[in-house]
């Protein structure tokens, strides 16, 4: 009751039509209001979409407004539009129709409303479509439109879609040409989207990347829905997009410092940690170890005593040089870099563990063609082969020899490299979110200490960079960097 009476109250204050729409498409119900306003008896109609369709909207309306209904009947996709109807005195009303989310309130109804606002227009106005006001409008907002009609086999494009693909004025779109509109690893997307859209009746509203004549790339919002005939039939796919590149390069480069501001944040935290767990640890044993020592007079038992003092000491040792690393990594990321081959600092990783990958008959697959070289600390990219090969070895398969492969490429501007191994591989499932923290260790080796893949990290991150990993138990790990 409570939900009638404020639909009502909402519905009184509108001072508007609307339909109720039911899951038998010809069993809508047309509001008294809707009737009245164009001055019609409900038995002088039909109160169903196809005499709607057939004999009251204008014919420059019908199959945007049967798309939109259909549209929103099916998937609830709201929309709002101006159509014009036929009145019961031969002429037509301008109305601006529009679906539950136009409603000022929550009605709680899970019943589908289309609401019709009538439109006054002034004695001067008239009922037709300015195309400067809509090139205006697209222009300003680079938004552009297109159309593929599945019965003609044609591709259409607006004016401006050329103008923001940069193709000239009289170039004809096809669909076979579809895949060169978009970014290399947008296709897969665009194609996904365009074929549900046209099979199963599913629109689409997505950021995506398109390519230009000129191969420049740049991020657009992309809205895409199905046209239907009047047989309910999809005939063809319509829809529009806009240039949102400034907007999406701004919202990446923030998300971008965030990710870094995240990343310094756990990286401090590791800093303390290390300095009010682990350092504290040590002291708090050798200080209770000195005070063991002033208490016992047997001189046999403060030898050992002594000699526990050495291990503490060792330890301690240890911790305060992984905090110099760690303080190192940010206070060399300033070094000059310079233009170093990934071949030749590959070189000089391996004759560094020459030994090590004999014993373990390590095999390393490269392929150095697509980026043969980059701008880098040389130390920093000798440190992050090292650390990722030695740890490929260490934790190899127990029942195959170890086989590395390493690939530099690049997807448009970015330059990445990939290190691919056959071993043990990682959990991901219980240490997704551990794998590049400090003291981290996820294998029993005795010379597991978990610093590694910490320092690495910090040493991309240092230079904005990313690395990130994929792995599976028995399989191997991927671990790929994106400079």
């Known amino acids: 009751m409570l939900q009638n009476e404020l639909f009502n109250n909402v519905m009184r204050d509108f001072n508007t039509g609307y339909w109720e729409l039911h899951s038998d498409p010809h069993k809508e119900i047309w509001s008294e209001k809707f009737y009245k306003i164009l001055s019609y008896k409900k038995e002088e109609v039909e109160a169903n979409i196809d005499y709607f369709l057939n004999n009251l909207i204008h014919k420059d309306d019908l199959e945007v407004f049967r798309d939109n209904f259909l549209n929103y ?50 004695p001067s106005q008239t009922i037709t479509r300015d195309n400067f006001y809509y090139k205006e409008t697209a222009q300003m907002t680079s938004t552009g439109s297109w159309y593929v009609d ?94 949102i590149d400034d907007i999406k390069r701004k919202e990446l480069r923030l998300q971008r410092s965030m990710d870094i501001i995240a990343s310094q944040n756990s990286r401090l935290f590791n ?24 208490d016992i007079s047997d001189p046999s038992e403060k030898i050992e005593l002594i000699q526990e003092i050495g291990q503490i000491s060792t330890s301690l040792n240890i911790t305060i040089e992984h905090l110099n690393e760690i303080v190192a990594i940010h206070t060399n990321k300033d070094q000059e870099k310079k233009l170093i081959r990934f071949d030749d600092t590959l070189k000089i990783v391996t004759s560094g563990i020459g030994q090590m990958m004999s014993n373990s008959k390590t095999t390393i697959q490269k392929d150095f063609s697509e980026l043969e070289e980059i701008n880098y600390i040389p130390a920093y990219l000798e440190s992050i082969l090292l ?57 029993y080796n005795k010379d597991a200490v978990g610093i590694g893949l910490f320092l690495t990290k910090n040493q991309i991150e240092s230079l904005n960079g990313r690395i990130s990993v994929e792995s599976e138990v028995n399989k191997g790990t991927t671990f790929t960097i994106e400079f």
């Open 73 to 122: 009947q099916r998937n609830s996709i709201d929309f709002k539009q101006h159509i014009k109807i036929l009145n019961k005195q031969g002429e037509y009303q301008l109305f601006r129709c529009s679906t539950n989310d136009e409603l000022p309130v929550n009605i709680k109804s899970e019943i589908n409303f289309i609401f019709f606002f009538e439109i006054i227009l002034e």
């Open 150 to 243: 599945f019965i003609k086999k044609e591709s259409f494009w607006d004016f401006e879609t050329r103008r923001i693909l940069e193709y000239p004025d009289d170039y004809i779109p096809s669909l076979k040409d579809s895949a060169s509109y978009y970014a290399e690893d947008c296709v897969q997307q665009a194609a996904d989207l365009f074929f549900n859209c046209a099979m199963v009746g599913t629109p689409f509203n997505t950021e995506i990347k398109m390519v230009t004549a000129n191969k420049r790339v740049f991020w657009v919002r992309a809205i895409g829905k199905p046209v239907y005939n009047e047989n309910k039939e999809i005939i063809g796919v319509r829809g529009v997009f806009q240039d």
């Open 271 to 294: 800093f303390a940690h290390i300095v009010s767990h682990n350092l504290r640890s040590h002291t708090s044993n050798l200080s209770l170890l000195v005070q063991l020592i002033e």
């Open 387 to 443: 650390n990722l090969i030695t740890n490929a070895i260490k934790y190899k398969h127990e029942d195959k020899d170890p086989v590395i492969n390493i690939k530099t490429y690049k997807i448009e501007k970015k330059k990445y490299l990939k290190i691919s191994d056959n071993g043990r591989g990682i959990d991901m499932n219980l240490f997704k979110d551990k794998v590049f923290g400090m003291y981290k260790t996820f294998h």
